[in-house]
């Protein structure tokens, strides 16, 4: 069974404070995807790599940052963090094509005061 | 721009009846049409897809049917079951990438 993990289920942070989500699969897979998760807006892409090193913006990118050091690891970065980043944060993971079968992690759900 | 748009927001069915969601897209390149179950507490996880060289797919009590001239698809889930309670995402993929609806809250009722 492919298997994405997630640091944490739940998260509080303040204003400003720099945050990191980490996202781990255990597949090989080429693709690793990072989306936010609100309300009535269905699950919207923040960023996606689909290989080392490699990065692209996706729908929402603002106020966010990505890294991608290992294949099996993807981090979000939150430079700063606002009270309109009070998310879910899904991450996922496919293999080679982009139109694949994503699998997703469980969730963070990030608070921020 | 693209979009994905899903209806209903929220469906409420008895159990044994059916539900059906539908989802439109405005991006005709798209080609790949996967539909997503997401149980509370959990990631969402794929039920069904199509491509666009396919009309209909069934997989036991839940099918999807697609219309690319008219830009549509849909899931069907028949004799609902209490376990088929969730939110039901649909997606489409303009440009190659997954563009989510908003998601249905299915609720089945005993």
């Known amino acids: 069974d492919v298997k994405v993990t997630q640091s944490s289920r739940y998260l509080v942070k303040r204003t400003g404070e720099k945050v990191f989500l980490e996202c781990v699969q255990d597949?090989?897979?080429?693709?690793m995807f990072w989306y936010r998760q609100d309300p009535g807006l269905g699950l919207r892409l923040i960023y996606f790599s689909y290989d080392v090193k490699m990065k692209e913006k996706g729908d929402i990118p603002e106020g966010y940052s990505v890294s991608r050091e290992k294949k099996e690891r993807f981090s979000l970065i939150l430079e700063s963090a606002s009270t309109n980043q009070t998310s879910m944060y899904l991450c996922?993971?496919?293999?080679?094509?982009?139109?694949?079968?994503?699998?997703f992690g469980p969730g963070t759900r990030l608070l921020v005061l | 721009g693209e979009n994905v748009e899903q209806h209903p927001s929220t469906l409420s069915v008895q159990e044994g009846d059916s539900a059906v969601i539908k989802c439109t897209y405005s991006d005709s390149a798209s080609n790949y049409f996967p539909w997503y179950k997401q149980e509370l507490g959990k990631g969402p996880q794929l039920i069904i897809d199509?491509?666009?060289?396919?009309g209909e797919k069934k997989d036991q009590r839940i099918a999807v049917t697609l219309n690319k001239t008219a830009k549509h698809f849909s899931l069907h889930i028949t004799e609902t079951q209490p376990e088929d309670s969730a939110v039901y995402f649909c997606a489409a993929t303009p440009r190659g990438k997954l563009q989510f609806g908003a998601g249905t809250q299915v609720v089945v009722t005993p």
């Open positions: 597949m090989d897979h080429e693709n």
């Open positions: 199509i491509r666009s060289n396919v």
């Open positions: 996922a993971s496919s293999p080679g094509q982009l139109q694949e079968t994503q699998y």
